[in-house]
């Protein structure tokens, strides 16, 4: 089958568990090559999880998993990986351009190698990304839209196909969420690449994304944003009755008079959380695929 016919992303039947607990429960979902795909649902339903499962981080239970038609190997280079930020890019001294380069071959912090391939592929994810005026400027200095601009470029180091972006929304104000999907939304449309971009609230990709993959109770649906984005479909994820309440072209999602997102963030400590990101330097900051080894 030809690459741009084969199907990005084949979920079958999928169970994950994490911690002793169920985190999907057979689900299955296909993803299409070239997508633009919000990941959405309560904190803790499995949004983290399930990158780390396409990665080959967290093992499938039962089930089939298939990323641009291949089963699921660690390293792969065709993913490009953005883990969710913790600590310590607003107090690094490093400059912008060495920040990318050390995740061309899967260093850490340090002195990046430099031959010429690697250099070549820095200068073209810098260009992509928009972010040659910051390549000489410490990552101290940067706004957090700026650091985010740096850390798209380092997921697309080697020209991967599939990018994993996990919610790199957070923390940022609402100009720079809206510069940091509108920047993902024009580089995947112009390398035709698949994106899953996971995040607290919908509305900051409504008007980029092609379609919604919620998750919720070990459940997942795939679909626009009318498909999915329900009063039947989220009361059927939450397990507990939802409304859906659509004012000015934003969307809202109630639970009794609270908005799901608010109580998400209440909670943000909480569920998969507290679990996914005690695995050292691979949350100290972005990596491309080539870090996933």
């Given amino acids: 089958?030809?690459?741009?016919?084969?199907?990005a992303l084949e979920v079958d039947r999928v169970t994950l568990a994490l911690g002793g607990r169920e985190i999907l429960n057979d689900a299955s979902f296909t993803v299409k090559n070239g997508e633009?795909?919000?990941?959405?649902?309560?904190?803790?339903?499995?949004?983290?999880?399930?990158?780390?499962?396409?990665?080959?981080?967290?093992?499938?239970?039962?089930?089939?998993i298939r990323v641009n038609?291949?089963?699921?190997?660690?390293?792969?280079?065709?993913?490009?990986?953005?883990?969710?930020?913790?600590?310590?890019l607003a107090n690094r001294r490093v400059l912008g351009r060495d920040f990318v380069a050390m995740?061309?071959?899967?260093?850490?912090?340090?002195?990046?190698?430099?031959?010429?391939?690697?250099?070549?592929?820095?200068?073209?994810?810098?260009?992509?990304?928009?972010?040659?005026?910051?390549?000489?400027?410490p990552l101290s200095e940067l706004s957090g839209g700026e650091r985010q601009r740096l850390l798209l470029a380092q997921c697309l180091?080697?020209?991967?196909?599939?990018?994993?972006?996990?919610?790199?929304?957070?923390?940022?104000?609402?100009?720079?969420?809206?510069?940091?999907?509108?920047?993902?939304?024009?580089?995947?449309?112009?390398?035709?690449?698949?994106?899953?971009f996971s995040a607290h609230e919908l509305n900051p990709l409504l008007n980029s994304l092609d379609r919604v993959l919620y998750l919720g109770s070990g459940r997942a649906a795939l679909g626009t944003v009318d498909?999915?984005?329900?009063?039947?479909?989220?009361?059927?994820?939450?397990?507990?009755?939802?409304?859906?309440?659509?004012?000015?072209?934003?969307?809202?999602?109630?639970?009794?008079?609270?908005e799901i997102d608010k109580l998400d963030h209440a909670h943000e400590e909480g569920g998969e959380h507290e679990h996914e990101h005690d695995h050292g330097h691979e949350h100290d900051h972005g990596h491309s695929h080539s870090h996933v080894k």
């Fill in 1 to 7: 089958m030809n690459a741009t016919m084969q199907p």
């Fill in 69 to 88: 038609g291949e089963a699921v190997v660690r390293g792969n280079p065709s993913i490009g990986y953005m883990p969710q930020i913790r600590t310590g």
């Fill in 227 to 258: 498909e999915v984005i329900s009063k039947p479909v989220l009361s059927r994820l939450y397990g507990s009755p939802i409304d859906v309440m659509r004012v000015n072209g934003r969307i809202f999602v109630m639970s009794g008079d609270v």
């Fill in 36 to 64: 633009f795909i919000g990941v959405l649902g309560p904190n803790g339903a499995g949004k983290t999880t399930l990158m780390r499962a396409l990665l080959g981080l967290v093992p499938v239970k039962s089930g089939t």
């Fill in 103 to 137: 995740a061309a071959d899967g260093h850490h912090w340090g002195l990046p190698h430099r031959n010429a391939r690697i250099r070549a592929d820095v200068e073209r994810v810098l260009e992509l990304v928009g972010a040659h005026q910051l390549a000489s400027r």
């Fill in 157 to 196: 180091l080697g020209n991967p196909r599939l990018l994993l972006l996990d919610e790199p929304l957070i923390s940022l104000d609402p100009r720079h969420q809206t510069g940091v999907v509108e920047l993902v939304r024009r580089v995947q449309r112009e390398l035709n690449i698949t994106v899953l």
